[in-house]
């Protein structure tokens, strides 16, 4: 049995009412993390693969154009069926080859409140794409607790492959400095985006922690929604779940690089939730530690903005 999910398989089988686990009787049904020491198969990564030649029907109206940046709705087909939307910001007014982004938002959230981001990034001279995640095109809560998650959650990574493949499509794009940027959901699917994507040079998570099934069984999740769901619903989810949680994929990002963004004050990534995926994640990478909450401060911004300089050639600050 896999090690990641090996706790899953031991709460189903108290949930189905074994008494052979232990405290199974009395504790049947605890709300309990998954081990996910188990590095992420060949299997596993398999699963988030598509079909890179099928039509990308990329659909773009402009939007206005600020500072020289070309602000585009966006749309192009998901390989898991119906279209992915977002924006693009392009820097129309430089004339050479330019580094590309994509950004991903947290949860909840969608493209554009990535946008602030977006256009900092594109006036310094990065070609930038910020895409809405599944849940955010759909409407409804971001997490079902079912194994629609799970669907999304694959569906998400293609849809981010896909957006890599828009990038390299643009004539004004450098196929080889193309970076990933997320922050807090956005930065943990990182953690697996950064696993499963060759072409990414560089990778930024920011705030992030080790997943969904992290975040819902740590002490951040003050609602206690797990404990308040079904023993058996909540079984079925960590099964489905546990698999694809972004911090097993996360050792086989190199040869991307990466920089890992966290917060000493975060109220809804602790501490030790970070640490864990900084601890998973393969050497050489740059950790960064703030004195700050969620939204980390100015100098994590700049320290942002110069690693990427290094890695990609955003344009320097000034």
Same mark, same amino acid.
């Given at each position: 049995?896999?090690?990641?999910?090996?706790?899953?398989?031991?709460?189903?089988?108290?949930?189905?009412?074994?008494?052979?686990?232990?405290?199974?009787?009395? /504790?049947?049904?605890?709300?309990?993390?998954? /081990?996910?020491?188990?590095?992420?198969?060949?299997?596993?990564?398999?699963?988030?693969?598509?079909?890179?030649?099928?039509?990308?029907?990329?659909?773009?109206?402009? +939007?206005?154009?600020?500072?020289?940046? +070309?602000?585009?709705?966006?749309?192009?087909?998901?390989?898991?069926?119906?279209?992915?939307?977002?924006?693009?910001?392009?820097?129309?007014?430089?004339?050479?080859?330019?580094?590309?982004?994509?950004?991903?938002?947290?949860?909840?959230?969608?493209?554009?409140?990535?946008?602030?981001?977006?256009?900092?990034?594109?006036?310094?001279?990065?070609?930038?794409?910020?895409?809405?995640?599944?849940?955010?095109?759909?409407?409804?809560?971001?997490?079902?607790?079912?194994? !629609?998650?799970? /669907?999304?959650?694959?569906? =998400?990574?293609?849809? =981010?492959?896909?957006?890599?493949?828009?990038?390299?499509? !643009?004539?004004?794009?450098?196929?080889?400095?193309?970076?990933?940027?997320?922050?807090?959901?956005?930065?943990?699917?990182?953690?697996?985006?950064?696993?499963?994507?060759?072409?990414?040079?560089?990778?930024?998570?920011?705030?992030?922690?080790?997943?969904?099934?992290?975040?819902?069984?740590?002490? +951040?999740?003050?609602?206690?929604?797990?404990?308040?769901?079904?023993?058996?619903?909540?079984?079925?989810?960590?099964?489905?779940?546990?698999?694809?949680?972004?911090?097993?994929?996360?050792?086989?990002?190199?040869?991307?690089?990466?920089?890992?963004?966290?917060?000493?004050?975060?109220?809804?990534?602790?501490?030790?939730?970070?640490?864990?995926?900084?601890?998973?994640?393969?050497?050489?990478?740059?950790?960064?530690?703030?004195?700050?909450?969620?939204?980390?401060?100015?100098?994590?911004?700049?320290?942002?903005?110069?690693?990427?300089?290094?890695?990609?050639? =955003?344009?320097?600050?000034?």
């Amino acid at each position: 049995m896999k090690p990641a999910i090996a706790l899953v398989a031991l709460f189903v089988s108290a949930c189905a009412g074994s008494t052979t686990g232990p405290r199974a009787a009395a /504790d049947s049904c605890a709300v309990a993390r998954p /081990d996910f020491g188990g590095v992420a198969t060949a299997a596993d990564r398999n699963l988030f693969a598509y079909d890179a030649s099928a039509p990308l029907n990329l659909q773009k109206t402009v +939007e206005s154009t600020n500072k020289g940046v +070309e602000v585009s709705a966006i749309s192009f087909s998901s390989p898991d069926g119906g279209s992915v939307t977002g924006l693009l910001f392009d820097p129309v007014t430089r004339s050479s080859l330019r580094p590309g982004m994509v950004l991903m938002h947290g949860l909840p959230g969608n493209a554009r409140v990535m946008a602030a981001q977006a256009q900092q990034l594109a006036e310094h001279g990065a070609v930038v794409i910020a895409i809405d995640a599944p849940f955010a095109r759909r409407g409804g809560p971001p997490v079902q607790f079912s194994t !629609r998650d799970r /669907d999304e959650q694959i569906q =998400l990574i293609k849809d =981010l492959q896909r957006a890599v493949d828009v990038l390299r499509a !643009r004539p004004n794009v450098d196929d080889a400095r193309i970076a990933y940027l997320g922050i807090s959901y956005g930065g943990a699917m990182g953690a697996l985006f950064a696993g499963i994507e060759r072409r990414i040079e560089a990778t930024v998570l920011v705030v992030g922690d080790g997943g969904l099934v992290s975040h819902f069984t740590g002490p +951040e999740d003050s609602s206690g929604i797990l404990a308040n769901l079904s023993c058996a619903t909540r079984a079925d989810w960590l099964r489905a779940m546990t698999p694809i949680e972004p911090i097993r994929f996360i050792a086989h990002a190199p040869p991307t690089a990466l920089l890992l963004q966290s917060g000493r004050l975060d109220n809804l990534v602790p501490a030790a939730d970070a640490q864990a995926l900084h601890t998973a994640a393969p050497r050489p990478n740059t950790i960064r530690w703030y004195d700050a909450g969620h939204g980390l401060n100015q100098q994590a911004a700049f320290d942002r903005l110069d690693w990427l300089h290094e890695e990609i050639g =955003l344009d320097a600050r000034q």
